[in-house]
């Protein structure tokens, strides 16, 4: 069934390659279509254009087909071209004239927008839940180790005293910053575009603002032509907020591949964690967090490829649409599983004790000791020159144990502050 039938044959190869793959993709709208359908019809009941009793047995069907859906049972056969086809085929195969009418004042593009938002808006929710989950962990593996210090690097080179402590929390603060761009990605997804038909309203007396509170939507895009324009917008939008927290898991990810390693050695994963090597009995190998670094940057390939496909279409609806979908769910559904593993595997990080008197670490504390001489008279710049002679003639020698106390340093790690700051998103 196609919702745009007149009754002529369409070429097989052309009804294939247009088709693509929305029958599988559209098994994440399902419920959103049925949602929308319900709202729709409804709305259709409130303004006179169905009966009650029409709404009724609607209604009726539709929670049979949610029912299906819940218990694996619905399907997107072949015969159908996407969810939308197949849930109006359905309703006319048992309820006859009553189901064709419940695509009055609809369009298929209105259809694909509304359940695209309704999919958007409560990934983006649970996406945000996931993230807050792993900020969790991670304020309360730097509140157990915050004492314990770690080598800050520059450049990769040997730089001052950090703490693990304030490597955990960092992320943490990080993944805030990525909750904000949620926030405001989940304002831009929650606009009912219901109503906007093929791009330029209806004729139908139509209520919106009655299916905006039945579909929770907080507010209405108003203009038709915008709620249309809002295709490919909503999908630029959530896959930069994806992009944003894969940049910051890929960033972690890479520093713990990197401390992993028997060149720094700074933390360790249960066996079960790691995979070995086909000819090293020896080897460890951090190969989950290796796929989540590989994964993230995938992820944020695909906001740029949302841009190129749709940054000059002009108004109106366009089927380069179509190729927007599949990779902004992938994006959806697969920041949702590295999340999933990021927050099983870290929970089970094992912090070592690092030996900074080794010969590598020897210069760790220069800064603190050029500051220790300011705090006794010296100007700043001859303090650095003192330490930095004692540092080319091999004479100097660490002061460890120096506190850093303002807040956000090692020693003041704010930890109650940024859990206040995630709270308050």
Known sequence: MKLWDKGI????????????????????????????????????????????????????????LQQQFENGTFQIEEDFEDVHSKIEFELTKVLGDTGKKIHTARSRNDQVLVAMQLYFKENLLEISAKTKQLIDVLL????????????????????????????????????????????????????????????????????????????????????????????????????????????TLARFAMDICLYMSQNFDFISFPDELTTGSSIMPHKKNPDVFELIRGKCNKLQSIANEMILITNNLPSGYHRDYQLIKENSMYAVENIKEVLDIFIHSIALVKVKDIDLQDEKYKYLFTVDSINDLVMQGKSFREAYQVIGGEVQDGTYKAVEGKKHSHLGSKDNLALEEIKKKKDEV
Request: net charge negative; proline share 2%; aromatic share 8%.
């Open 140 to 247: 309360g593996l730097a509140d157990t180790h915050q004492e314990k210090l770690l080598p800050g690097y520059t450049h990769l080179q040997v730089a001052m005293p950090s703490s693990f402590g304030l490597w955990f929390s960092a992320y943490a603060e990080l993944l805030i910053d990525d909750l904000y761009l949620m926030e405001a990605g989940l304002k831009v997804v929650d606009q009912n575009p219901l109503g906007s038909a093929a791009g330029y309203g209806s004729s139908f007396p139509i209520d919106r603002d009655f299916t905006t509170k039945e579909l929770g939507f907080s507010t209405l895009k108003y203009n038709v032509v915008a709620a249309q324009l809002g295709r490919g917008k909503c999908e630029r939008t959530v896959t930069a907020n994806i992009s944003s927290v894969a940049n």
């Open 9 to 64: 044959s369409i070429d097989k190869k052309i009804e294939k390659f247009t088709v693509g793959n929305d029958r599988e993709l559209d098994m994440h709208l399902v419920e959103y279509d049925l949602l929308a359908s319900k709202a729709h019809a409804k709305m259709l009941g409130e303004v006179g254009i169905l009966t009650s009793e029409e709404v009724a047995a609607i209604e009726i069907e539709l929670d049979k």
